[in-house]
Nanobody, 123 residues
Framework: QVQLVESGGGLVQAGGSLRLSCAAS????????MGWFRQAPGKEREAVAA????????FYADSVKGRFTISRDNDKNTVFLQMNSLKPEDTAVYHC????????????????WGQGTQVTVSS
């Protein structure tokens, strides 16, 4: 079992920045690829970014490329999502997730999910 707890969400003006954290506990988290997903009210869940177990490979949704950066610190069992140049359309609940499949943007392949943290971007 892997437990995931997100933090760092909040209210920010358009153009601002936030850094989300995902603290993982349980099995050796460094064995898992990690992803960030988001879901806005009335919309389907959307993959945001993913990172391989050792951080060598990263993937991003086109909508966040150049603005968001995913990283991880395996010594601290933590994954980060640095979000810059935020836009109102980035408003959503952001979830982190873990998978043994390998870094992927396919949410269905993730086995463990956190409860999420709310990000609200005002215009």
């Amino acid at each position: 079992q892997v437990q995931l707890v997100e933090s760092g969400g909040g209210l920010v003006q358009a153009g601002g920045s936030l850094r989300l954290s995902c603290a993982a506990s349980g099995r050796t988290v460094s064995s898992y690829a990690m992803g960030w997903f988001r879901q806005a009210p009335g919309k389907e869940r959307e993959a945001v970014a993913a990172i391989s177990p050792r951080g060598y490979r990263t993937f991003y949704a086109d909508s966040v490329k150049g603005r968001f950066t995913i990283s991880r610190d395996n010594d601290k069992n933590t994954v980060f999502l640095q979000m810059n140049s935020l836009k109102p359309e980035d408003t959503a609940v952001y979830h982190c997730a873990a998978t043994l499949t390998g870094a992927t943007m396919l949410g269905a392949l993730y086995d463990y999910w956190g409860q999420g943290t709310q990000v609200t971007v005002s215009s």
